[in-house]
C-alpha cells in the first residue's frame, strides 16, 4: 500500500515502539530549522516518514491451523530449498525457505505465520549488510525463533538490513502464539525468513507483495478451506 493510499484509508496507529524516534526526529527538525529554515521543512518530512514507518494497522487473518500467513509486509525475495542456520535447532537438512524483503516503506510489524508455541528464541549479534543479498541469512545480525506446530518446527528469522539497527522482539519461549499475533519488528530495512517442514504446498512466487497477517504463505492441505477470519 502506497502513502497516498495510506492517507486515503485513514491514518493507521502508531506502535509505541515508534515515539521515541518520531519526537527525535521532530526535534532535529526544529534544531536543523534554526540554522537554516528550508532544513526545517526536510526535517519535517523526514519526521512524517518515520510516523508511516511505525504504522500498525490492524490485520484480517484467515484462521486455519493449516494456512502459513505472511509474518512480514514487502516482497517475496526468494523462494527454494535451503540448509537452515544451526541457531534454530533444526536438522541441518533442506528445508523449504520463503524470504520477505522489507523496504523502508513497508510495514515493519512482524506477526506470527502459524498457530504453536514458542519453543526457543535465539540472537545473533552480526554485521549490517543489505538484507536482499542471500549472505544475509548467515551474516547478519538476525533473532531466530522455532514454533512447534502440529505439522512439525517452523522456524522464523528476523534479520536486520543494511540501515538496521535493532532487532525488537515480544514473546518468549513458551509462549502459546497464533497466526497473526504481533510478535516484533525490525528498525529501518529488512528481511522475514520462514522455514517450513517437507509436506507443505508454496502458494506464492518471487516477486509477489505480502501484507503481513493476511497473504498466505503456504498450507499443509490443499484442500484447506478458510471459513473463519480474526481482525487483531
Not at 190 to 212: E, F, M
Request: aromatic share 12%; charged share 20%; net charge neutral.
Amino acid at each position: 500500500m502506497s502513502i497516498l493510499q495510506s492517507i486515503r484509508n485513514g491514518f493507521s496507529p502508531i506502535h509505541p515502539e515508534g515515539y521515541p524516534f518520531i519526537a527525535a526526529f521532530f526535534i532535529s527538525s526544529l534544531i536543523l530549522g534554526y540554522i537554516w529554515n528550508p532544513l526545517f521543512w526536510f526535517g519535517l518530512l523526514l519526521t512524517v516518514w518515520c510516523i508511516y514507518f511505525f504504522r500498525d494497522p490492524e490485520r484480517i487473518t484467515p484462521v486455519n491451523a493449516d494456512l502459513v500467513v505472511s509474518p512480514a509486509d514487502g516482497k517475496i525475495s526468494s523462494v527454494g530449498l535451503v540448509i537452515p542456520p544451526r541457531e534454530l535447532g533444526l536438522p541441518q537438512e533442506e528445508m523449504m525457505r520463503i524470504s520477505i524483503f522489507m523496504d523502508v516503506f513497508s510495514c515493519h510489524i512482524n506477526r506470527i505465520p502459524i498457530d504453536g508455541i514458542v519453543k526457543s528464541i535465539q540472537y545473533y549479534a552480526g554485521r549490517f549488510a543489505n538484507a536482499e543479498c542471500d549472505k544475509a541469512s548467515a551474516h547478519n545480525e538476525r533473532n531466530s525463533l522455532l514454533i512447534s506446530t502440529k505439522h512439525g518446527d517452523v522456524g522464523i528469522v528476523q534479520i536486520a538490513g543494511l540501515f538496521a539497527r535493532r532487532i525488537v522482539c515480544w514473546v518468549k519461549t513458551g509462549d502459546e502464539v497464533v497466526a497473526g499475533k504481533r510478535f516484533g519488528l525490525i528498525r529501518f530495512g529488512s528481511r522475514l525468513d520462514v522455514y517450513l517442514p517437507a509436506g507443505v504446498k508454496i502458494r506464492i512466487n518471487s516477486g509477489q507483495k505480502t501484507i503481513v497477517g493476511e497473504t498466505i504463505l503456504a498450507s499443509f492441505d490443499e484442500s484447506t478451506a478458510i471459513t473463519d477470519f480474526r481482525l487483531d
